[in-house]
């Protein structure tokens, strides 16, 4: 599944381990979603989206590019 964390963090300046603690999740668990290796619960996605302002469809597709 293609995601834009990585992105999302970077653009506000956010460490891994900065959104992992928000996220009460740990900074593996950030880095597998950012690599596409692990793909997140549903309340785990949609926590990400509120905590970045977007709809889950925003940030998460199951398009490739």
């Known amino acids: ?3 834009t964390i990585r992105a ?3 653009e506000r300046g956010l460490s891994q381990a900065e959104l992992a603690k928000a996220m009460n999740v ?3 668990t950030i880095i597998s ?4 290796r692990y ?4 309340p785990l996605g949609m926590a990400l989206a509120r ?3 977007q709809a889950v ?3 998460f597709s199951t398009e490739t590019s």
Do not use: K
């Not at 793909?39 to 549903?42: D, H, K, M, N, R």
């Open 1 to 3: 599944m293609e995601n």
């Open 8 to 10: 999302l963090r970077t």
């Open 26 to 28: 740990s900074r593996q």
């Open 33 to 36: 979603i950012e690599s596409g």
């Open 39 to 42: 793909t997140p619960s549903l």
């Open 51 to 53: 905590h970045f302002g």
């Open 57 to 59: 469809e925003q940030i």
